[in-house]
Nanobody, 119 residues
Framework: QVQLVESGGGLVQAGGSLRLSCAAS????????MAWFRRVPGKERDFVAS????????VYARSVKGRFTVSRDNAKNTLYLEMNSMKPEDTAVYYC????????????WGQGTQVTVSS
């Protein structure tokens, strides 16, 4: 089991940057596939990016590819999301999530952190 706590959200102007962090508890962080999702009130939660347990493969939603970078530091049990060239449509609550390598769905979720991009 793993517990996830996001931080780093806030208010940023369009074109600006922000870095989110997700601190994980437990000694098995390095065995989990990790991901970022986001949700706008009234809409479904959307996939943003994911990274394999070893960090060698990353996947991005088309809407953020080239602007966002997901990374992890397994020694620090931390997942990151570097967000650049931000747009007002990036405004959402951002969640980190974890799943086992063989599990089809993300089982563990953080509480979310609000990101607001002003125009």
């Amino acid at each position: 089991q793993v517990q996830l706590v996001e931080s780093g959200g806030g208010l940023v102007q369009a074109g600006g940057s922000l870095r989110l962090s997700c601190a994980a508890s437990g000694r098995t962080f390095s065995s989990y596939v990790m991901a970022w999702f986001r949700r706008v009130p009234g809409k479904e939660r959307d996939f943003v990016a994911s990274i394999t347990a070893s960090g060698d493969i990353t996947v991005y939603a088309r809407s953020v590819k080239g602007r966002f970078t997901v990374s992890r530091d397994n020694a620090k049990n931390t997942l990151y999301l570097e967000m650049n060239s931000m747009k007002p449509e990036d405004t959402a609550v951002y969640y980190c999530a974890a799943r086992g390598k063989l599990e089809p769905t993300y089982k563990y979720w953080g509480q979310g952190t609000q990101v607001t991009v002003s125009s």
